[in-house]
């Protein structure tokens, strides 16, 4: 079974710095899908970003990047130039790519506090 | 374009009543997907529907849960005889189709409270 894994529970940056959070993930299939979902206090799951697992260059989105590391089943978060407002609680997800099932696979969360 | 509307965003039940959720997919999308959030953990998987039929359900609990999405209206998850364990943050999410390709986008949640 496929499961996603954030080692980090906390992570604390300064304004204006960068900041990385870390996630692994365990699956046998070679076609497959990665997220990074953002929670704020508000509760909304709100998309990041995504990677497909075909393609060789990481995504970007404006401060927004990912290191996506296939062989070692590795997509960390680059958060640049952080904001109070990227505060918020950080998940990975996973997807297989052809299956019947659409499912998202979540890790436990990475709580990133921004200090003023 | 509406997001992903859920309603009610806090139910309180005792133990014992029932609670519906329900779930609205943004417009265009047939796919709907149901997810639970316990406190202080990530969300798991329960159960994906296209209109009219269940594709997948291996992540509802074999008893008192049971999801629905008509032809007609929101998609209903109805949990039957709650009880504290079933407090929990519930979202739902919607795709265009049903492919791996697809984006999920959520919608606000339901936070059910049992007393």
């Known amino acids: 079974a496929q499961t996603v894994t954030q080692s980090q529970p906390e992570m604390s940056v300064q304004e204006a710095e960068t900041v990385t959070l870390s996630c692994t993930y365990d699956?046998?299939?070679?076609?497959?899908?990665l997220f990074w979902y953002k929670q704020p206090p508000s509760r909304q799951m709100i998309l990041v970003i995504r990677q497909e697992a075909y393609k060789q260059q990481n995504a970007t989105e404006n401060r927004f990047s990912v290191n996506f590391q296939k062989a070692a089943k590795s997509f960390s978060l680059k958060i640049s130039d952080s904001q109070l407002g990227d505060a918020a609680m950080y998940f990975c997800a996973y997807r297989e790519g052809g299956g019947a099932t659409n499912k998202l696979i979540f890790g436990t969360g990475t709580l990133l506090a921004v200090q003023p | 374009n509406a997001g992903v509307m859920q309603n009610p965003r806090h139910l309180v039940r005792r133990r014992g009543q029932e609670a519906r959720l329900r779930c609205s997919p943004m417009?265009?999308?047939?796919?709907v997907y149901w997810y639970r959030q316990l406190p202080e953990e990530g969300l798991k998987f329960m159960v994906y529907l296209q209109k009219e039929n269940i594709i997948d359900e291996s992540g509802m609990p074999k008893e008192r849960f049971s999801a629905e999405f008509p032809k007609e209206g929101p998609s209903i998850l109805r949990i039957q005889q709650v009880v504290r364990g079933d407090s929990a943050a519930y979202f739902c999410a919607s795709s265009p189709r049903g492919q791996g390709a697809d984006t999920q986008y959520f919608g606000p949640g339901t936070r059910l409270t049992v007393l």
């Open positions: 699956t046998s299939e070679s076609d497959y899908y």
């Open positions: 417009k265009g999308h047939s796919h």
